[in-house]
């Protein structure tokens, strides 16, 4: 066990590394500001464009995963990633240079992600898969409270080198967790084929998976759109992000041994159903105070579903198949962050942001029951009645 727990201290630091690249640049725009880049549709071009490819480069990278030692992705990630930082941070105001270094560092996060994922799945035991993914996504939420309000401070004390130079770090840190993984690890046992992506969405219980992280991915991105439902209702929308933040949290510091000894598959609609319970009820919340267990109630779901969906890859893959399927569960994630912001918008162009909360909560809670006892239950007793 104590080497489970080295395995896991690296696991969650590589984590909260590679997060705190992409979560320092939440303020890429008011650094665009101090170097005299003062074009909304610049800093939107550029925040965007590593989210685009970040999610268009998946499919490759899961491919890219599968042939390569683990500590190969690992490192060229890493470095892709501190290659990257260090062009943003020397770029100064140009939008074309800019736009290069954001593009490429989208692919490298991308390959650190889907590897960190892929290895995780596979060389952490199915007794602690649960609880691993618990410890391991609260180490991703972690430059949140800790990189970010550093970040803030440089930019606010007008120290935009500073801040350029944080990323950087986080990068370092991404490269020097590389080392220790073993150079023979590999994401396929010797003599083992590859599956191929007509294999990954041939298999079932993988479909499901597909489907169930989509649905709660529309939830976990609606988090967008709050801040236009409580300007709309004249509330602090912190409210309810922080609320959200600190329970998830809590919830997967404390109540991490109990995702080993529940059964996962029965876990994940339940989570759907309190992360768009949050939802509509946010939209009926009259005080800061009501506003905020509201975020409370989603950060419990987001607790349990974030992680679980996760340890579900383990799960319902083979082995052959896990780094497209590791992959795939990021690209779908990235594509309802896209999605989720565009249907609310759509929503509430016609029924204002209260009216949207409700249909798009009530219809995403309209399709758990289904989730659970169309899909979830039955390969659960598939599972079970294998396993006798």
Same mark, same amino acid.
């Given at each position: !066990?104590?080497?489970?727990?080295?395995l896991?201290? =690296?696991l969650?630091?590589? #984590?909260?590394?590679? #997060?705190?690249?992409?979560?320092?640049?939440?303020l890429?725009?008011?650094?665009?500001?101090?170097l005299?880049?003062?074009d909304?549709k610049?800093?939107g071009?550029?925040?965007?464009?590593?989210?685009?490819?970040?999610?268009l480069?998946?499919p490759?990278?899961g491919?890219?995963?599968?042939?390569?030692p683990?500590?190969?992705?690992?490192?060229? &990630?890493?470095?892709v990633?501190?290659?990257?930082?260090?062009?943003?941070?020397?770029?100064?105001?140009?939008?074309? =240079?800019?736009?290069?270094? =954001?593009s490429?560092?989208g692919?490298?996060?991308?390959?650190?992600?889907?590897?960190?994922?892929?290895?995780?799945?596979?060389?952490?035991p199915?007794?602690?898969?649960? %609880? @691993?993914?618990?410890?391991?996504?609260? &180490?991703?939420?972690?430059?949140l409270?800790t990189?970010v309000?550093?970040?803030?401070l440089?930019?606010? *004390?007008?120290?935009p080198?500073?801040?350029?130079?944080?990323p950087?770090?986080?990068?370092?840190?991404?490269?020097f967790?590389?080392?220790?993984? =073993?150079?023979?690890e !590999?994401p396929?046992?010797?003599?083992?084929r590859?599956?191929?992506?007509?294999?990954?969405?041939?298999?079932?219980?993988?479909?499901?998976?597909?489907? %169930?992280?989509?649905?709660?991915?529309?939830?976990?991105?609606a988090m967008?759109?709050?801040?236009?439902?409580?300007?709309? *209702?004249g509330?602090l929308a912190?409210?309810?992000? @922080?609320? #959200?933040?600190?329970?998830?949290?809590?919830?997967?510091l404390?109540?991490?041994?109990? !995702?080993?000894?529940?059964?996962?598959m029965?876990?994940?609609? $339940?989570?759907?159903?309190?992360?768009s319970?949050g939802?509509?009820?946010?939209?009926f919340?009259?005080?800061n105070?009501?506003?905020?267990?509201?975020g409370?109630?989603?950060?419990?779901?987001?607790?349990?579903?974030? $992680?679980m969906?996760?340890?579900?890859?383990g799960?319902?893959?083979p082995r052959?198949?896990r780094?497209k399927?590791? @992959?795939?569960?990021?690209?779908?994630?990235?594509?309802?962050?896209?999605?989720?912001?565009?249907?609310?918008?759509?929503?509430?162009?016609?029924?204002?942001?209260?009216?949207?909360?409700r249909?798009?909560?009530g @219809?995403?809670?309209?399709?758990?029951?289904?989730l659970?006892?169309?899909?979830?239950r039955?390969?659960?007793?598939?599972?079970?009645?294998t396993?006798?």
């Amino acid at each position: !066990m104590a080497g489970y727990g080295a395995l896991l201290l =690296r696991l969650t630091a590589a #984590n909260f590394a590679v #997060n705190g690249v992409s979560n320092t640049y939440y303020l890429l725009a008011a650094y665009l500001t101090c170097l005299g880049l003062d074009d909304p549709k610049a800093a939107g071009l550029v925040l965007s464009s590593y989210y685009a490819s970040s999610t268009l480069s998946r499919p490759l990278v899961g491919w890219l995963v599968e042939r390569l030692p683990f500590r190969s992705s690992f490192l060229l &990630g890493a470095t892709v990633l501190l290659a990257c930082s260090l062009g943003l941070a020397l770029s100064g105001p140009s939008l074309s =240079r800019l736009l290069f270094w =954001r593009s490429l560092m989208g692919i490298g996060a991308s390959l650190f992600v889907v590897a960190l994922t892929t290895y995780q799945t596979l060389c952490v035991p199915e007794s602690h898969r649960g %609880s @691993s993914f618990a410890l391991t996504s609260a &180490g991703s939420i972690a430059p949140l409270v800790t990189l970010v309000p550093l970040a803030e401070l440089f930019l606010t *004390k007008g120290l935009p080198f500073a801040y350029a130079l944080l990323p950087v770090a986080a990068s370092l840190c991404c490269l020097f967790l590389a080392f220790p993984f =073993r150079g023979d690890e !590999m994401p396929v046992e010797t003599g083992e084929r590859p599956g191929s992506y007509g294999e990954v969405f041939r298999h079932r219980p993988v479909l499901t998976l597909f489907l %169930s992280v989509t649905l709660f991915s529309l939830t976990d991105a609606a988090m967008l759109s709050v801040t236009g439902l409580a300007h709309a *209702k004249g509330l602090l929308a912190s409210g309810f992000i @922080s609320a #959200n933040a600190a329970v998830s949290v809590l919830i997967r510091l404390t109540a991490f041994r109990l !995702m080993d000894r529940l059964p996962r598959m029965s876990l994940v609609a $339940p989570s759907l159903a309190l992360t768009s319970s949050g939802l509509i009820l946010a939209s009926f919340a009259s005080s800061n105070a009501l506003f905020t267990a509201c975020g409370a109630l989603f950060g419990l779901g987001m607790g349990f579903g974030f $992680p679980m969906h996760l340890a579900l890859i383990g799960d319902v893959a083979p082995r052959p198949l896990r780094a497209k399927t590791s @992959s795939m569960v990021w690209f779908f994630m990235a594509c309802c962050f896209s999605l989720s912001p565009l249907a609310i918008g759509h929503m509430a162009a016609l029924s204002g942001y209260e009216g949207a909360f409700r249909l798009f909560g009530g @219809s995403l809670l309209l399709a758990a029951p289904g989730l659970h006892f169309l899909l979830w239950r039955p390969l659960a007793a598939d599972r079970t009645a294998t396993a006798r």
